[in-house]
């Protein structure tokens, strides 16, 4: 899955997982996303399927603005597993587990404009646009507009 994942070209612009990356490159990008849970930076998920556990994508909760109530959150599916609503239902449940940390009240998601799927992902897992391409993002080493969607919780 994260061979397949690594062949988006998006990717490895928001990220550490190369493009088409090797067998010992996607096997590092996984342990880094071991590491977060060690160092305090947030969960990283794999998103697996219910019926056979087949790995289809990532997604993660960052917590560098916790102290401020925040949260991030991420995902990623494989290209070949996309169009079945697998990172909405990956985004609703890390949401869900975000509400049994204490002290967290807000996930936010930055999402491109162009970015469609994503801006409906958002839409579909329970987030509101905040407001218009205002955010900036690093995006490839260049700084983009993004929108800021959100959920608090109730």
Known sequence: MVRDLSTDPY???TGTLPADATDAQAVAWIER?????????????CVADVTDDRA???VGLWLAHLHEGRA????????R????????????????FAW???????VVLDVEPWNVASVRTAQRAGYRCEAGPTEQRDIG????EV????????
């Open 100 to 106: 049994t940390i204490p002290g967290l009240d807000r």
């Open 141 to 144: 080493g260049r700084s983009a």
């Open 11 to 13: 990717m490895p612009l």
């Open 81 to 96: 597993e996309r169009g079945r609503g697998v990172a909405a239902q990956a985004l609703r449940a890390v949401t869900a």
């Open 56 to 58: 289809l994508g990532q």
């Open 33 to 45: 996303q071991r590491e977060r849970l060690r160092t305090g930076a947030g969960y990283s998920f």
């Open 72 to 79: 991030s959150a991420g995902y990623g599916v494989a290209p």
């Open 147 to 154: 929108l800021r969607f959100s959920t608090t919780r109730e």
